[in-house]
């Protein structure tokens, strides 16, 4: 199906990225009659067999760069540490980003909030190490609660630690009002200036922007508060440029620098993977520590 698909087009909608993820499974077991066999998911955690049918697994997806689409084309069982996908990331990055298998140059990218869901969820029941400047650090989930001075790198991923100084975002709700004071005070100042043109193009890139999509947590948001936002950021388009459709959707995606909540989140991810790339600060360290753990103190 996939070659069917991918017939005719032009080489840039051929690109995919291969994903391996867990899944929960709905435990199934059934009966064929005609040939006396039973199918259905065996649970071999940890190598073991336990009896009993299975509730999770591992699968691998293939989804569209440019194409909104994915297809699994795999499945295996959920045991296991990880460690294979580990040691390859580690002799492909940084030394050389890519390797080849089966002929395919293939590149390790992490996706940023995997990274974070799989960090929190871990970081509940396992404490996590890492170095900074040399000195190794270990991370526990108590210190969530204590007072930590926040840095410019959690900000950057719209964090709030309890007790935490220079700001942050405390809740959902606090980033939606946050958006509606920034939106207002531009419009505001965009309304008095004598270029209103200028003035809302510029403060959408320096405050809206900036604000909305890095400052309030653009690799954290919920499918509901991105189309929320989504019909926001369209009536504030409306209201600045009010022109011919195609005008000003040409002003908002180009020459503005304004661009889709997706697009946004995606400079985003690759942000925080060159932030990791190239190292030098506490979420690269983190991240680094992360990627090359995870498969390692996962449960799967």
């Given at each position: ?137 270990v991370a526990e989930w108590a210190h969530m609660q204590e007072k930590i001075v926040e840095k410019k790198e959690t900000r950057y991923l719209g964090m709030k630690i309890v007790g935490g100084v220079q700001g942050g975002i405390r809740s959902l709700t ?127």
């Amino acid at each position: 199906m996939i070659t069917l698909r991918a017939q005719g087009l032009p080489e840039h909608e051929e690109l995919v990225t291969q994903s391996l993820d867990g899944m929960k499974l709905a435990p199934n077991l059934r009966y064929y009659k005609h040939s006396d066999t039973l199918v259905g998911c065996e649970d071999l955690w940890k190598q073991g067999k336990s009896g009993k049918v299975s509730n999770k697994g591992v699968v691998v997806i293939v989804r569209g760069l440019t194409l909104h689409w994915k297809q699994v084309i795999s499945c295996g069982r959920g045991d296991g540490s990880g460690q294979h996908s580990v040691e390859m990331v580690k002799e492909t990055w940084p030394e050389k980003p890519s390797t080849i298998i089966s002929g395919f140059k293939c590149f390790v990218v992490p996706d940023p909030p995997h990274l974070l869901k799989n960090l929190w969820n871990n970081f509940m029941s396992k404490n996590i190490t890492f170095n900074v400047d040399g000195k190794q650090f270990v991370a526990e989930w108590a210190h969530m609660q204590e007072k930590i001075v926040e840095k410019k790198e959690t900000r950057y991923l719209g964090m709030k630690i309890v007790g935490g100084v220079q700001g942050g975002i405390r809740s959902l709700t606090g980033k939606v009002e946050m958006c509606h004071r920034v939106a207002g005070l531009v419009k505001f100042v965009a309304k008095r200036s004598g270029s209103r043109f200028l003035i809302g193009r510029e403060g959408c890139k320096s405050g809206v922007v900036s604000r909305i999509m890095y400052g309030g947590g653009a690799l954290v948001w919920k499918v509901e508060e991105r189309n929320q936002l989504e019909k926001e950021q369209t009536a504030f388009g409306r209201w600045l440029w009010k022109a011919h459709p195609s005008v000003r959707n040409a002003c908002i995606q180009a020459v503005s620098g304004w661009s889709t909540f997706s697009e946004r989140e995606a400079k985003a991810k690759m942000g925080y993977v060159r932030k990791i790339y190239v190292g030098g600060s506490m979420v690269a360290e983190v991240g680094r520590g992360v990627l090359l753990e995870m498969g390692l103190k996962s449960d799967w």
